[in-house]
DNA sequence: CAGGAAGCCATTTTT
DNA sequence: TGGCTTCCTG
């Protein structure tokens, strides 16, 4: 054995150990949270060129950009430069690049879009509008979903059945989305997946290119997989039958997003002499927070049976506040997080939610009491509108067939180019099934007679200009063609010129994105490629703001827990442990709560030291307040290792007790008890009927959309007068929950209520 | 055509 | 609640 090699074995458990060595075949490692993963994965990775691998016929596939990023620099630490011929990409970008190549397949160039959720949503609205269905059974949003769920499963319009009226109107709506993006040259995500698994199909059956070059696979994260990314993995992997997959399915978190848990369950199954290692030891967490986190995931029936343990020691009881109202729960994060801050260790701790609507309150307590925090999510830098204009020039002049980002800034800064004749231009392109710039420039001649002279000049002068600035695109790397872009258009001197704090605070960001441009460029350069407008488009596209992450600052970290799978802190809050919100209204409707508990779950294990949880007799969200119940979830962590603290009246204050000290100081002075108000019966709703409620059903006529109004009341044959809570689906199988004061809460079929 | 005011609408998680 | 659309005015 080498020295190298003694190195990447030393340390390893026994199912660690077996994980890293196992040889060839397919392996499924499941590794429960904190059992060390990563180190698995990368170990082996390094194993496998010890072994002789060629490093370059090694792939390995992850979500994120990050945990790539992460994968990849561990590697490198283990076996140095070697590192460097290793695929370690996310799906996307690994597919991306394979479609690169191969674009011509698929009817695209190699310069093709990628257009993001906001691209698509806007796409979609407009051949809603084209098609005339709004005010139908599908939005534009439901039916993106519905397209993306179907994509990832491998299938296509015809899939959908036309006797239900939404999927009707959604299976009209794709054809056309489909030609548009086409015919601009673009995909979305799910095509990206999709195109490449084409390609790879069709190059197998060919026998040659991608469905060969790679001959060990590995898969982090295999829980999250859907069908499309299920069969990348099989095909990739099918010469060798190499395929080592790794995941957990009590982290399964992304089924909104057609992850199918099943590809992880039945692995076995479907790869017999499949060698399956457990990684069962838990190394990030004390035992009180694993058993806590156990005794919650042990109720869901969905999972394969794992027995996760610590040597660690007991540590401190999970800390459980319960607040009178969402200020008040963020008044006691706060303090949570100033005591640590005067530790100097407040970057220590991380509060998660379940919604991004949560952060608000959280930010407002912080910012107070002078906490620094930083939030991961919400908005992507990119997502800044003026950001995403530049970025709209830099893909138009990257592919000039790209209509939305035309649409986007052809009158961006105003040029004076009005709605009516964008219209007409958009209108004839669609008719010509040409590119609106085409259509633009034809327009722009003063023969054509499609634009009065005053909209033609402005056109023609508007034309002139991208020409112009794809002139240099020729010569200029993409940083010097975005200031060219600023510069030539006017975008920064007409910002310069409203004057405003916003204004200035805009401009400063476009100068920052030049920045990340230029350091974009010194990565690619520092990586020995050719840095490429066409790569930092395809950059900014796939990366999300989870990868922003690592952006270093001292603090408190806000995230939503999806966001936090795989991160690990010292101290964790999980806010709005209620019902309605963790677990979500949606999923209880839908029947699904055992994913919100993995959300939990998921959430818990982030903990190494220190679990607090919290939640609110009365949150106001979206303008509505509502009286929510505890979390079921409360009642499934074991009574004994979760001590309430700051709790009303004469009660015990537990805090006393504790043996680290941490919880001192919060006991003696507690703000928010002063506040603190009745809590309404059990069986409260709130009293008087939301002016909302008369919305709805007083516009008659209207079917499905606004007839259901959290906080109406209706009334029910059986169980009398109630009052909604939630809604989903559309006729007829619209369901509604609601509350009945001497039943509860319960799922009603629409049609068996009526509005008072 | 631009900008402001008023109304409407939809409520999760995001590669 | 707030983000977006539509309507109205200069």
């Not at 939404?166 to 995909?187: F, I, M, P, S, T």
């Not at 004390?286 to 660690?312: C, D, V, Y």
Request: glycine share 8%; net charge neutral; charged share 25%.
């Amino acid at each position: 054995m080498t020295d190298r090699t003694e190195r990447i074995l030393e340390g390893l458990n026994a199912a660690q150990h077996k994980a890293v060595t196992t040889e060839g075949g397919a392996l499924l490692v499941l590794a429960g949270a904190g059992s060390g993963k990563t180190r698995v994965i990368t170990n082996r990775i390094a194993y496998l060129i010890e072994q002789g691998v060629a490093p370059w016929k090694i792939l390995a596939v992850t979500f994120t950009n990050k945990a790539a990023a992460e994968m990849k620099e561990r590697v490198y630490r283990l076996v140095g430069d070697e590192a460097r011929s290793i695929w370690v990409r996310t799906f996307h970008s690994s597919c991306a690049r394979i479609l690169r190549q191969s674009a011509e397949r698929v009817g695209l160039t190699a310069e093709f879009s990628i257009y993001d959720g906001d691209d698509q949503k806007r796409l979609m609205k407009q051949v809603f509008n084209d098609l005339r269905l709004k005010g139908g059974a599908a939005t534009p949003s439901s039916a993106i979903h519905l397209i993306g769920l179907m994509k990832g499963r491998n299938e296509g319009p015809d899939d959908l059945d036309t006797t239900s009226p939404l999927e009707d109107e959604v299976k009209r709506a794709w054809k056309v989305y489909q030609e548009r993006l086409l015919r601009a040259n673009a995909v979305d995500f799910s095509d990206l997946l999709g195109l490449a698994l084409k390609v790879i199909t069709e190059d197998q059956t060919a026998g040659e290119g991608w469905a060969k070059r790679w001959t060990h696979l590995l898969v982090d994260e295999f829980q999250d997989t859907n069908r499309v990314q299920y069969l990348l993995a099989a095909r990739l992997a099918e010469h060798t039958g190499n395929l080592c997959v790794v995941g957990d399915d009590d982290q399964s978190i992304y089924s909104w997003r057609g992850a199918d848990i099943s590809n992880i369950v039945d692995f076995e199954d479907d790869h017999p002499g499949a060698t399956v290692v457990k990684l069962e030891q838990n190394y990030r967490s004390t035992g009180t927070i694993l058993k806590a986190a156990s005794a919650l995931i042990s109720n869901n029936r969905q999972r394969t049976e794992k027995t996760m343990w610590t040597a660690a020691g007991d540590g401190d009881d999970i800390d459980y506040f319960v607040a009178a109202d969402e200020r008040m729960e963020a008044e006691y994060v706060a303090r949570i997080a100033q005591h640590l801050k005067q530790q100097g260790r407040a970057s220590n701790l991380a509060v998660f939610y379940r919604i991004h609507a949560q952060s608000r309150v959280l930010e407002e307590a912080l910012r107070s009491k002078q906490i620094p925090y930083r939030i991961v999510g919400g908005i992507r830098f990119y997502d800044r509108a003026e950001i995403k204009d530049l970025v709209a020039y830099l893909r138009l002049l990257n592919n000039p067939a790209s209509d939305m980002d035309l649409h986007r800034i052809i009158n961006q800064p105003k040029r004076g180019i009005g709605a009516t004749t964008v219209k007409r231009i958009f209108d004839l392109a669609d008719q010509k099934n040409t590119a609106a710039l085409d259509v633009c420039r034809s327009a722009a001649s003063p023969s054509a007679g499609l634009l009065g002279t005053g909209a033609r000049k402005k056109v023609a002068s508007f034309v002139a200009l991208m020409d112009g600035l794809a002139e240099l695109a020729k010569d200029l790397g993409p940083a010097d063609l975005a200031e060219a872009v600023l510069a030539r258009t006017g975008y920064t001197q007409q910002l310069a010129a409203q004057g405003t704090e916003e204004a200035r605070s805009r401009v400063e960001n476009l100068a920052e994105m030049v920045g990340s441009i230029r350091s974009y460029e010194e990565d690619a350069e520092n990586q020995s490629q050719e840095p490429t407008l066409v790569g930092f488009l395809e950059q900014v596209a796939l990366t999300s703001d989870v990868d922003q992450t690592d952006a270093l600052g001292e603090g408190v970290t806000l995230m939503t827990v999806h966001a936090a799978k795989g991160l690990e802190f010292e101290e964790v809050v999980v806010c709005g442990l209620e019902e309605g919100l963790l677990p979500h209204f949606r999923s209880v409707i839908e029947d699904d709560v055992e994913e919100e508990r993995r959300l939990a779950y998921v959430a818990f294990t982030r903990a190494k030291q220190k679990l607090h949880l919290t939640r609110a007799n009365e949150r106001t969200l979206m303008g509505q307040t509502r009286y929510n119940e505890p979390a079921r979830f409360l009642e499934e962590i074991p009574a004994e290792i979760l001590t309430r603290s700051g709790r009303s009246g004469r009660g015990r204050i537990p805090l006393d007790d504790r043996s680290q000290g941490q919880s001192r100081g919060w006991g003696q002075n507690r703000p928010w008890q002063a506040e603190r108000r009745r809590r309404p019966p059990k069986d409260a709703i709130p009293d008087a009927p939301p002016r909302a409620a008369t919305r709805g059903s007083a516009r008659s006529g209207k079917k499905a959309k606004g007839r259901w109004v959290a906080g109406m009341e209706v009334s029910h044959p059986k169980f009398g007068v109630g009052t909604v809570t939630a809604w989903t689906g559309t006729p007829p199988d619209e369901k509604v929950a609601v509350f009945f004061p001497r039943y509860g809460l319960k799922t009603i079929v629409a049609r068996f209520l009526q509005p008072l």
